[in-house]
Structure formats: C-alpha cells, structure tokens
C-alpha cells in the first residue's frame, strides 16, 4: 500500500470508527423517545418531534460556535506542517479561552434565548413543553460541549485521529448509555422518562471533556509548555494576527450560520404539517447523515494532511492528497447507494416502534439512495478547504446554499401547493439542491483557492 494511502486511512479510520457513534446517539436518542410509554396526553411521534425541536435549539446555538472547531484545525494543521509547536499551543489556548467564555454567555442567555426560539418554531404546543423542559436540563452541558469542539479541531490538526476518536467514543458511547438508563431505567428504578435523555447528554459531555484534559496534560505537556501567558494578548498576538483569526472566523460563523438557516428552515417546515410528518422528517434527516459520518472520515484526513503539506509549502503532496481523498470517500459513496437500498425498512423499525411512523416514512425511503451521489463531494470539499483555511470559500459556499435552499422551497410550494407526504418530499428535494451548489461551487474554485492562492503567502 502506498504511503499516503497508509497516512489517509490511518488519519480516517479512527474518525469513521468515532462516527459511527454519531448518528448512533441520534438514532437511540429517538429510539428511546420512539419507546417511551404513552402518558400524559403524549404520543411517541410527540416525543420524537421534541427532541427534533430540542436538538434544534442546540443547533441554533452551537453552530454559530463552529469555527473552533473548523478554525483550530486548519490552522493547527498548518503550524504543524511548518514546524511551529509554539503557534500549536497559542492557537489551542486561544481556543479554549473563547470556548469559555462563549459557554459562560450561553448560560447566562438561556432563558431568553429559548423563550424567543420557540415563538419562531411554529410546532404544537406539547412538543414545545417537552422541547422546553428538555433545552433547560442539557443546556447546563455548554461549557463541556463548546471546550469539546476546540479540542477536536486542535487534535485533527496536531494529525492525531487516535485521540481524536476516543474523546467521540467516550462522548457517544457514554450519551447512549447514559440516556437509555437515565430515561427508561435500570432494574427496579423505571428512570426520568423524557428528560433523562437530556440529562444522559450532559454526563457524556463531561466524560468527553475529561478525557481530553487528561490527554493534554499527559500526551501533550511537551508542546503546550511552548507557549506561557504572562498578558492575555500574546493568546491572540500581534494586531495583524488578531485581524485575520477574527475574520476568519466571521466568515466560518456566517457558514455556520448558513447551516442554521438550513436545518432550521427544514425543521419549521416540517412542524407546519403535524408531529406525524415532523417525525418523518427527523428520522429521515438521521438515515440521510449516516453516510455523511463515514465520508467525513475522509473529510477529516483531507483537513489534517491538506493543512499539514500547505504549512510544509508542498504543493506536489496538497495536489496528490485531494485526488486521493476523494477516490476513498467517493468508494464509500458506492457502498452507501447498496447499504440504503438494502436496509431502510429494517432502519425504520429500529428509529420507533410506533407503525405509523414507520408506515408514513416508507414513502420517503428513496431518497436515502440519493444521498451518497449527491453529498460525497460536497462533504469531502468542506475538510479540504478547512485545511486551506480558505473561509471566504467556505462562507460563500453555504451562504448562496442556504439562499438557494430557500429559494428552491418557495419554489416548490408555489408550484404544487403541498399538503402532508408531498411536502416532505418537496422539502427534501430542497435539501438535495443545496449539496449540488455546494459541490459546484467549491470545484470551480479548488485550483486558484487550494493549489495556488496558500503558496503565494509569504
């Protein structure tokens, strides 16, 4: 086996294996939501849809907290291709210190924040009750969950998959365990009910965040100790550097932003036609990100080894990378298109046990064959262009998807008028539109962006 195919899949091997894990804990999140004795007037597609509306709100808020994440990788990629340990560490305490405090501000805006959001989110009124009651117990896992997402930047940057897998492991696995006893019980004890999901997320968190301090203080004390603070403005550096980290981190805000609008605007839509056809399209949305998981293992090695070679100046290696990114995710995207076509029914049943769920989502299986095609690309650009720290591209890419999203549902509804089945199918097919912009609009930039405008940097 070639050498950088040994150095892809030592990099993705790990970040598939966490991901797994993934829509794993989506997937039992609304399976135990799915199984929750009938009580109180609630049904299990009222569970399902509140913890749709409950995730949802999460989203709003964390994603516009996704440029730690994005941010820290690419750049820590880059000073570790060049060989610069120092800017590693000042770049890992940059982003733990923003972490904090954006964590800290969250908590001190929640009730606000989720008495405004659900006057936007147009759902019935007991899945916002549960929706409400599950946002208040999770939200306290914020400082854990925002430090989390600068650890998996800087260790994807430091090329350390192995870590990187076992914190999302730890998290995942945890977050499973943790809600299925929490909510449903354990021997004698017949749990929380609804709100030990919530409750299972926060202990996964803190496991996660554990974990990552022990790591840095033992894996990685050689390097941090490069960089000692005596003011605070040495985290951030000279006023150039403060300049370019701020705005490059307003335009992975503005993307993050634009997937908000996205999965947002897919949610409203879906609860204006009943918790019936919200919870369709939940558990559609989990189906559809399951191939996204594996590609994204690639995606994470295209960010790494990306970064790594534009930071060594190595233009051969960043050309040789790309290409070899995208024959290994496309190769998952092939298997995807049978894996779907095999199994959605017996997916349903393990997503609810409630038949007319499964009954209704059967009409929307289709498109789970869709997917694979149509999302490879756009999920495998998204590492690549991380790696670049080309944010202008990234911002561009999701802003105009987002719009276009949008636009392609307004569209639909004028033509067909929509009601129940259609418009989920009407919404979906918005979705696909937008993975198609994306996908075009980053391959026409990739030579100026990626193979010529980082080697031109002083």
Known sequence: MKGINREILKLALPSILANITVPL????????AGHIPAGSGFQAATFIGAISVGALLFDLIYWNFGFLRSGTGGLTAQAYGAGNFKECARIFYRGIDLSLALAF?????????????????????????????YFFARIWAAPATVSLMTFSGWFVGMQDSVNSMWKDLIVNLMNVVASLVLALGIGPWKGLGFIGVAWGTVVAQYSGLLFCI????????????HFRISKITEIFGKDSDIKSFFRMNVNLSLRSASFIAIYIGYTMIAAKYGDLMLACSSIMMQLLMIFSYFTDGFAYAGEAMTGKYIGARDLYMT??????????????????????????????????????VVEACKAFLPWLIFMPPLGCAAFTWDGIYLGATDSESMRDSMVGSALLFILSWFIFKWIWQPSGALAIHL??????????????????????????RPFLKD
Not at 324 to 351: E, K, N
Request: with cysteine; proline share 3%.
């Open 105 to 133: 501000l969250t908590l001190a805006l929640q009730w606000p924040f989720v008495k405004l959001a659900l006057l936007v989110v147009d759902a019935s009124p007991e899945v916002e009750l549960l929706a409400e009651k």
């Open 427 to 452: 919404l979906l097919a918005a979705y696909f539109v937008h993975l198609i912009f994306r996908t075009v609009f980053l391959s026409l930039r990739y030579k100026r962006n990626i193979l010529e």
């Open 214 to 225: 022990i790591i840095c203080r033992t894996r990685y004390s050689h390097v941090l100790k």
């Open 319 to 356: 050309r040789k990378t790309v290409r070899y990114i995208f024959c290994w995710s496309m190769s998952i995207a092939v298997a995807f298109i049978g894996i779907y076509y095999l199994s959605g029914v017996p997916l349903l049943h393990i997503m609810t046990s409630d038949e007319s």
């Open 25 to 32: 804990v989506g997937i039992v999140d609304t399976a135990v």
